[in-house]
């Protein structure tokens, strides 16, 4: 029952950010992290995100941003490898009140965040850096990455696939201190996939059934469930 919760949640997930444009992943972690553990969930969820952004990037391979995404990794990388190796180092209980606090530190820097428009290699690089760093520790830090790519002013299927391109190196880098520090056992490898497949599904739905919806509103009810959701993680740990 608690696998079928966890594939579902990541199919909604999933679709909440293909209608929002954000927090699916940031919204699946606290599901995760109440059924499997937060020393699972972190690497689990990292695993579901490759998989997802592997097809994001392929459907716009011949688009994608090769510079922009380099650059993107020249920080996002170390920075995923040092926050990934200071999860796994973290006390059992502390791991879910950081994750509960990075979740309400990106709610409330994503507008002023997404306001900042610089570009550059300075500003492609120091952002993957912190956008790497914030996801080894709790996961995911997409608003940021997304932030990152949207300055650069990319058309639509260029800026998704490039996105996806570096957030797939940057969980792929992570993944390597979470294989060498955490057991994974087989069932963890199952659940895995069949959480990167209902996200794919979720993500393609969404964009074909939500695009009447008013975007405001939508955005500001997924807002309130992820403060909730982080709130509960702080007190719970």
Known sequence: MN???VVAGAFLAAFVSGAAGFGG?????????A???P????????VAQMIGNLARAGLGWTQIRWRAVGMFLLGAVPGGLLGAYSFVRLPAGAAGRIIGAVLLVLLVLRRRFLAVQPRGTVWLVAGGGLTGFLSGVAGSAGPLGAAVFHALGLPPVSYVASE???ALGMH????????RFVALPPEFWRLALAMG?????GTWLAKRTLERLSPVRFRQAVTLLLA????VLLVRG
């Open 197 to 201: 497949a209902a996200m794919v599904l």
């Open 164 to 166: 996806a391109a570096s």
């Open 172 to 179: 792929a880098a992570k993944f390597l201190v979470y294989r």
């Open 3 to 5: 696998e079928w919760l």
């Open 228 to 231: 909730v959701l982080a709130l």
């Open 35 to 37: 059924v499997v553990g």
């Open 39 to 46: 020393a699972q969930a972190v690497p689990l969820l990292t």
């Open 25 to 33: 992943a940031l919204l699946l972690l606290p599901v995760l992290t």
